[in-house]
Each structure stands twice: as C-alpha cells, then as structure tokens.
C-alpha cells in the first residue's frame, strides 16, 4: 500500500479505496486480516475510508458473514470501530438486495446489537451515502425508520 502515500494529494484517498481489492486478495477470506490494514495508516480520514471501503466490498451479506464482519469491527483500533461498521452498512448499499439497498443497511444498523452510539453513527452513515446516491423517494423511506430524534438530518 506503500504506493499511495507517493501520489499527489489529490490521489492519496482514492488510491487506498482501490487497494482495498489487493487486501481483499491478500487477506484470502480473513476479514479481520484484511480489516487490520487500515491500523496501519496515520491519517485518520484516511484509515477511515480505507476500512470503510474495505468492509463495503469484503462483507458477506448472510448470517456468517454478518457475524464475521461485527467480529472483525471488535478487534480492530477503537478509532476505527464506527467506520469499520460504517462499512458493513456500506456493503447492504452496494450489494444489497435491489431497490430496498439503503433500507437494508438502515435494518443492519437497527437490529444487530450495536451500541444505542454505533446505531446512531451508523444510521447518519447511510443517510449521508442515501442523500448522495439514492433518489429523494429512496431517502424519504430511509428517514421513515429512523428513530424521532434523528429526523433532523432528514430536512
């Protein structure tokens, strides 16, 4: 992953989101190996996006691999839990089953034992990714599951 740090600034982030497929080759199925990666990077948003980026594409979207993905986001640095869980929403958008993706990730965010914290994060994740690549009627279900306390962001 050296190489991206030699980029021009304006390449640096890009360039760690598509390693994430070389990770994904050399963590060989271990999601947690491939997770362990972003430690590596200083930056912080870039840590940030690169294990967003990696969950996004090394989740499995079934029981196991949900459970295996959670696990993975326990064991890597404090500082990289939300958005390593960020990416397992992540995943649901880009993946998920077609025309209910961002529902989905707002169901994961909701139902798989994350922090009343992580839950919050997670849902403003996906509305932030929603706002950006769904169309107005795709966020408006989306912000019909979020709690009460959590419309603003919706307006």
Same mark, same amino acid.
């Given at each position: ?16 989101? *598509?390693?994430?497929? /070389?990770? $994904? ?14 430690? *590596?990077?200083?930056? !912080? ?9 990696? $969950?996004?594409? &090394? ?17 890597? *640095?404090?500082? /990289? ?7 397992i929403a /992540?995943a649901y $958008?880009?993946?998920?089953? !077609?025309?209910?993706? =961002? ?15 992580? &839950? ?12 950006? =690549?769904?169309a107005a &009627?795709?966020? =408006?279900?989306?912000? &019909? $599951? ?5 419309? =603003?962001?919706?307006?």
């Amino acid at each position: 992953l050296g190489i991206c740090k030699k980029q021009p600034a304006a390449y640096v982030a890009d360039c760690y989101r *598509q390693m994430q497929v /070389l990770v $994904m080759n050399l963590a060989a199925g271990n999601i947690l190996k491939g997770a362990k990666y972003s430690e *590596q990077l200083e930056d !912080p948003n870039l840590a940030a996006t690169s294990i967003e980026t990696y $969950m996004g594409g &090394a989740t499995r979207l079934d029981t196991e691999g949900i459970a295996a993905a959670l696990d993975a986001c326990r064991h890597v *640095q404090t500082r /990289l839990e939300q958005p390593c869980i960020h990416g397992i929403a /992540l995943a649901y $958008m880009l993946r998920g089953a !077609p025309g209910a993706e =961002a529902e989905a990730a707002v169901s994961f965010c909701n139902t798989h034992g994350l922090s009343t914290s992580e &839950a919050g994060s997670c849902r403003q994740y996906v509305v932030r990714y929603a706002r950006s =690549a769904y169309a107005a &009627a795709v966020l =408006a279900r989306v912000c &019909a $599951m979020l709690p009460d306390s959590e419309q =603003a962001q919706c307006k």
